[in-house]
Nanobody
Framework: VQLQAYGGGLVQSGGSLRLSCAAS????????VGWFRQAPGKEREFVAA????????FYGSSVKGRFTISRDNAKNTVYLEMNSLEPEDTAVYYC????????????????????WGQGTQVTVSS
């Protein structure tokens, strides 16, 4: 499966963006889909995930209450709605897919995901 993340851009502090993660190259089968981000000089960190079997969503502590992950089965797409953006949210955002049973349990770990998109840049100006 190929993943393409898009929708990033430049936005002012307090603004909103919606990122999309589109899958192609076969059936979009997954156990969990996650979003991670990486700022310059920092580790890639967990942002949000959605788990297929129970539709539960999970969020990193720094984005909880501001970001929402959702999916559209018909479009093979997962979204990340980002509101109340802050300069600290500036990063390259990556979507990823995990297909093992462990992926669903360890959704917050990078090694739970086997497939990664190329990333989309989000820049929040103060």
């Amino acid at each position: 499966v190929q993943l393409q993340a898009y929708g990033g851009g430049l936005v002012q502090s307090g603004g909103s963006l919606r990122l999309s993660c589109a899958a192609s190259g076969g059936t979009f089968s997954f156990v969990v889909v996650g979003w991670f981000r990486q700022a310059p000089g920092k580790e890639r960190e967990f942002v949000a995930a959605i788990r297929r079997r129970d539709e539960r969503t999970f969020y990193g502590s720094s984005v909880k209450g501001r970001f929402t992950i959702s999916r559209d089965n018909a479009k093979n797409t997962v979204y990340l709605e980002m509101n109340s953006l802050e300069p600290e949210d500036t990063a390259v955002y990556y979507c990823a897919v995990g297909r093992t049973s462990d992926s669903g349990a360890y959704y917050y770990r990078r090694d739970a995901y086997a497939y990664w998109g190329q990333g989309t840049q989000v820049t929040v100006s103060s």
